[in-house]
Nanobody
Framework: QVRLVESGGGLVQAGGSLRLSCAFS????????MAWFRQASGKEREFVVV????????YHADSVKGRFIISRENAKRTATLEMNSLKPEDTAVYYC??????????????????????WGQGAQVTVSS
């Protein structure tokens, strides 16, 4: 079974940067879409960014476009989220997620949390004013 282990997170001042990593095991990493979601206290879990296999297309939520970068290293089976120009409203628990895809497969709603079959344990990111 797929296992996702997150590392990183912490406290950072507004305007600063932080990096999260997600280590993947249990299946063929190159076949999986890798996404990041976040959940602020008292709020619903929301989509942040995703990178897909078979071409590496990426999609970002409008709130993070131009500030957050997702990348993947297939040889290390790791996905990374680099967060820049952080704002207090970015404060949340961040979760990595994975979904297996097939070449020429049908489309799906990559913004929906139910599309993903595996989840990391979450990492707290706190941005101070």
């Amino acid at each position: 079974q797929v296992r996702l282990v997150e590392s990183g997170g912490g406290l950072v001042q507004a305007g600063g940067s932080l990096r999260l990593s997600c280590a993947f095991s249990g299946d063929t990493f190159a076949d999986f879409a890798m996404a990041w979601f976040r959940q602020a206290s008292g709020k619903e879990r929301e989509f942040v960014v995703v990178t897909r296999p078979f071409g590496g297309d990426t999609y970002h939520a409008d709130s993070v476009k131009g500030r957050f970068i997702i990348s993947r290293e297939n040889a290390k089976r790791t996905a990374t989220l680099e967060m820049n120009s952080l704002k207090p409203e970015d404060t949340a628990v961040y979760y990595c997620a994975a979904r297996r895809e097939v070449l020429f497969g049908g489309s799906y709603d990559y913004r929906s949390k139910i599309a993903y079959t595996s989840w990391g344990q979450g990492a707290q990111v706190t941005v101070s004013s």
